[in-house]
């Protein structure tokens, strides 16, 4: 359902809100405090896409942030790259990655969740995380590369005041859905990367803008070596 192009903006909305909202009250029902969230990160077996270490220290060089935007839990998107921080052994600056999640009611003396804010925030409306009040820094931003394996993450970019917006999207979608899914895609796109791809495009296009030499024989394969040198 979250990946189906066939749906109503409005129809997948609605089913969206159902998932998340059961989901929530689970979630509150457990009550999970920071400690647990971190011991829980810990132990599970997370993938980042390959190339993120490069990605990130690239950033970090050049002085650019990485502002990611997400349904679920500060806490969760947070330790998740201070551990492929530690174990790649990258010594970045700690503001470097900027993490817009909903809303989330902390209990004053363990800091357990106990509530979400309103609206339910899922990953088809995540663009309400980006919020005036509660990330008044996003806003200094003029120009961004956006990247998402939805297509309602191009909203993410909707209400900001940006110069210029490269959009590169990760097409990751069940094969019935997929050449409807690609036409989106490719309209509302700049870069399509198939088969949920790596950021290695990504990492060029940085490199690209920045003034760094790039990667020759990746940009042969992928033939993207005239699009990247405009």
Known sequence: MELDPSLSK???QKHMDEWWSIVQSLIVRLGPTKTMIRRAVAMSRLYFR???PELLKTLGEAGLKLHVVSAGIT???AESFDILQTQRGLNLDSTLVYV???EIHDAARDNAVIGFGKPTVTSAN???CVDHKRYPEIHENTNAILMGDLIEDYLIVKNLKLKEVIGIGFLNVPGEYKAEALDKFTS???IVIGHDGNLACALEVVKSIIGLPLDEEWLKEAKLTEVLKY
């Open 100 to 102: 817009m999640t909903p």
């Open 188 to 190: 509302a796109l700049d």
């Open 50 to 52: 390959h190339k993120c």
């Open 10 to 12: 409005e129809e997948k």
């Open 126 to 128: 995540k663009h309400l």
């Open 75 to 77: 806490g969760v998107v």
